[in-house]
């Protein structure tokens, strides 16, 4: 998670922009990404929310509601932008694998599209536990093709000149003994997962 904390600020701009997937050629912008995150909001809606990787704030003013919202980032790029574009919202700068926050501080902590990224799955399972202490219930967002339910690890180059990479986890073989979780395929795209602690 290290290319996260020297992520520069120019390619902090150009994160969650808008671009031309790689393989498919489909332009990917704001637009096509907040279906998810508009189901994220409805789930969470009149709770306290935890958004962890929060990047810089993509459609928060729209989806939630700023007095119950903070948003949580590695990247102090990242997280400096989510506060200027997303005026009245809270951010702070944080490591998602020991959140500082009490056992059930909020009513939903929320991640969607970041334990792609992370460098094992061993710190995946760390976040998933760290969620599910900190909120009542987690909400995680697996940005996914279906190809990847069955595939071990995949590294691919990230959109933007800074050292990003994806790893994309076997996400059959995320099993816990002290969580529930219940999985939901959203499209072709997105797992939602809906984690508690037994």
């Not at 290290?2 to 390619?11: A, I, K, N, Q």
């Not at 926050?101 to 969607?112: L, M, Q, S, T, V």
């Not at 969620?131 to 995949?154: F, S």
Request: a negative charge; aromatic letters at 10%; hydrophobic letters at 45%.
């Amino acid at each position: 998670m290290d290319s996260w904390l020297t992520l520069t600020s120019e390619d902090a701009q150009l994160f969650m922009g808008s671009y031309v997937n790689r393989v498919t050629g489909v332009p990917v912008t704001s637009k096509n990404r907040q279906p998810i995150r508009a189901v994220m909001a409805q789930m969470t809606r009149g709770g306290t929310v935890l958004d962890v990787g929060c990047a810089k704030g993509a459609e928060i003013r729209e989806l939630f509601d700023s007095r119950a919202y903070l948003g949580l980032d590695i990247s102090p790029p990242l997280v400096e932008l989510a506060r200027v574009e997303n005026p009245g919202f809270r951010f702070v700068r944080a490591d998602a694998t020991c959140l500082p926050f009490a056992d059930r501080a909020f009513d939903f902590a929320i991640c969607k599209s970041v334990l792609e990224h992370v460098p094992s799955e061993e710190i995946a399972v760390g976040i998933f536990r760290e969620l599910a202490r900190v909120g009542r219930r987690a909400i995680v967002v697996w940005h996914t093709p279906p190809i990847y339910d069955a595939t071990e690890l995949i590294v691919l180059h990230g959109y933007i000149p800074s050292p990003l990479y994806q790893n994309h986890y076997a996400r059959t073989a995320f099993e816990f003994d002290d969580l529930r979780v219940d999985r939901r395929r959203i499209d072709e795209a997105f797992d939602l997962w809906v984690v508690e602690r037994l």
